[in-house]
Structures are given as structure tokens and as C-alpha cells.
């Protein structure tokens, strides 16, 4: 049984930083992308940033240049530093972990809260 435990969300003041951590277990196949999403109350849920199994990386660009996302492939684990945060990151974020040929799975949700 899959599981996936996020840690790191909490209150911050505008300009603050945080880093979400999500580890994965439960599984034998391999991680084909890991990623961390966002929703705000009333809206649907959006993709933050994405890590792939070779590394590579995609980020919204309402996040490019201040958030980096980082995996531990030996730890089955995923980061999100969380750098200038603004208001308007404020959401509940979601890591989602995508095996090869076992579908994909989603933590639990962590609230992040950025003060003006």
C-alpha cells in the first residue's frame, strides 16, 4: 500500500521561506516524476513543479525563479524550497508521485499560509 507523508507547511511572513518534504513508500516499482500541486479554496488544482526520474524540471511561472523542486531517488523522497514567498501562495500543496505501471498516488496535503 502506497504512501506518501508530507511535512513542512506552516505560517510565514511575505518574503519568508519554507521546504516542503514528501517521502514515498509502500511500492516496488520504480518513480517516474514526482510533483507538487496547489489549490486555493474554490479553485481547481494547480501544478506547482515537476521533477522527472532523469532530473529534469518544470515550474509554474507564477513560481519560476523563487521555488526549486529536488528529489532523492535513494530516499524516495521530494522537496520543494519555497523562497520570497508571497501571499498569494497561500494554498493547501499536494505532492503527487507517478509510478511506472502503478498509476500515481497523492499526499495528504499540507497548508502553507504566507502573511502580508
Known amino acids: 500500500q502506497v504512501q506518501l507523508v508530507e511535512s513542512g507547511g506552516g505560517l510565514v511572513q511575505a518574503g519568508g521561506s519554507l521546504r516542503l518534504s514528501c517521502a514515498a513508500s509502500?511500492?516496488?516499482?520504480?518513480?517516474?516524476?514526482m510533483a507538487w500541486y496547489r489549490q486555493l479554496p474554490g479553485k481547481q488544482r494547480e501544478l506547482v513543479a515537476v521533477?522527472?526520474?532523469?532530473?529534469?524540471?518544470n515550474y509554474a511561472d507564477s513560481v519560476k525563479g523563487r521555488f526549486t523542486i529536488s528529489r532523492d531517488n535513494a530516499k524516495n523522497t521530494v522537496y520543494l524550497q519555497m523562497n520570497s514567498l508571497k501571499p498569494e501562495d497561500t494554498a493547501v500543496y499536494y505532492c503527487n508521485v507517478n509510478y511506472n505501471c502503478a498509476g500515481a498516488y497523492w499526499g495528504q496535503g499540507t497548508q502553507v499560509t504566507v502573511s502580508s
Open positions: 521533477v522527472a526520474s532523469g532530473g529534469s524540471t
Open positions: 509502500g511500492s516496488f516499482f520504480k518513480i517516474r516524476s
